[in-house]
T-cell receptor
Framework: DTGVSQDPRHKITKRGQNVTFRCDPI?????LYWYRQTLGQGPEFLTY????????KSRLLSDRFSAERPKGSFSTLEIQRTEQGDSAMYLC??????????????FGDGTRLSIL | SQQGEEDPQALSIQEGENATMNCSYK?????LQWYRQNSGRGLVHLIL?????REKHSGRLRVTLDTSKKSSSLLITASRAADTASYFC?????????????FGQGTELSVKP
């Protein structure tokens, strides 16, 4: 399967714990995005990378959240000191940027985070 | 924050009927995209329509875009039970260099066999 893969699919943790999610994009894609989706809502943009550079972060991304994409390949999203409100589906997507033309994004199946 | 609204929030039809979903948005855009999401899964890209296009087809899908009204519609013809899913419109805003998408709240489509 050469699509976007995310790990783990599900994560249950206690409030206050740290969690880390991983995303492996489609190999030739240079852009990688993180979104968060709560029940009954559309995804909300969190941050994106072009290669290894993090170029934009949403106001939703508090200082407890950090994302990295070392070497411009896989990415990790870490949430420190988790709170109840962090419970959501965390979606990763990737795309191939061609100049000014923004291409469709390919999504993984997400990591569902539940905070007890 | 969500870019716009989708209408209806939920739609239930019989197999073979057509399904129409509408999307309104707030800002000028580069393009508008439609995605499908099956329960518990990621989003699947369906179709992209650019701001200078008015209509686009892909198989049983027909998308229209009215930039003067800041609205779009997605028509699925001859629906099948397998079309049951949530459908989201997403906008790529004008001057957006990075391609981030702003999603609507979605329409939940149920196609009964």
């Amino acid at each position: 399967d050469t699509g976007v893969s995310q790990d783990p699919r599900h994560k249950i943790t206690k409030r206050g714990q740290n969690v880390t999610f991983r995303c492996d994009p489609i190999s030739e894609h240079n852009r990688l995005y993180w979104y968060r989706q709560t029940l009954g809502q559309g995804p909300e943009f969190l941050t994106y990378f072009q290669n290894e550079a993090q170029l934009e972060k949403s106001r939703l991304l508090s200082d407890r959240f950090s994302a990295e994409r070392p070497k411009g390949s896989f990415s990790t999203l870490e949430i420190q000191r988790t709170e109840q409100g962090d419970s959501a589906m965390y979606l990763c997507a990737s795309s191939l940027a061609r100049g000014a033309d923004n291409q469709p994004q390919h999504f993984g199946d997400g990591t569902r985070l539940s905070i007890l | 924050s969500q870019q716009g609204e989708e209408d209806p929030q939920a739609l239930s039809i019989q197999e073979g009927e057509n399904a129409t979903m509408n999307c309104s948005y707030k800002t000028s855009i580069n393009n508008l995209q439609w995605y499908r999401q099956n329960s518990g899964r990621g989003l699947v890209h369906l179709i992209l329509i650019r701001s200078n296009e008015r209509e686009k087809h892909s198989g049983r899908l027909r998308v229209t875009l009215d930039t003067s009204k800041k609205s779009s519609s997605l028509l699925i013809t001859a629906s099948r039970a397998a079309d049951t899913a949530s459908y989201f419109c997403a906008t790529d805003e004008l001057y957006n260099q990075g391609g981030k998408l702003i999603f609507g709240q979605g329409t939940e489509l149920s196609v009964k066999p």
